[in-house]
């Protein structure tokens, strides 16, 4: 089966809400316990651009959406202009089978030239395949935060990761 990776566009978000939504509703991977609606996401979507730091490729099979990897600011301070905290999502049934570094090969090459210092990923633990994911790429670990999140009855830790561009 092939994959096409491109930047997201409008007619995208209903399926990149629902695929997110699982993570929200079934997982520890984010700490967003309240699912969205393509409204309520709206913000999140129209940070992205064409151009510049912060942006959105999909990851498409047979005309589905498989998986999404984005850049987004990391804080809103100005100094902290120079890095972007990345995250990427794939259905369900479409991991392990090298999307996701289609995804992030995609991700950094479209961010390879603009002014950006570090690129920060913070993973729930236990993730191994993130944390593969993220050490394919460069990322190193900085350190866990320990029971800094609680959601489906449990506190959980959270390893922050850094990569220097
Ligand atoms: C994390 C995720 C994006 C990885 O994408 P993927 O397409 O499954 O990963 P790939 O097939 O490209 O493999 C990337 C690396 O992860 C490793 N990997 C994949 N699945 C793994 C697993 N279940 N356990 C351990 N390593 C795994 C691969 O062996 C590969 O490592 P290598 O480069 O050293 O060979 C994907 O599994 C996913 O969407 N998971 C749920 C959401 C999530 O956790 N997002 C990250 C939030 S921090």
Sequence with gaps: MSTTIRSARPGDWPALTELYNHYVLKTSITFDVEPYTVETRRPWFEQFAETGRYRLHVAERDGQIAGYAASSRFRPKRAYDTSVETSIYLQPDCHGQG????????????????????????????????????????????????????????YWDVEWFEKAL
């Design 99 to 154: 999307i996701g570094t289609l995804l992030y090969t995609a991700l950094f090459e479209s961010l390879r030239g603009e002014d950006i210092h570090r690129a920060l990923g913070g993973i729930t633990l236990p993730n191994a395949a993130s944390i593969a994911l993220h050490r394919r790429f460069g990322f190193e670990s900085t350190g866990v935060l320990h029971e800094v999140g609680r959601k489906l009855d449990r």
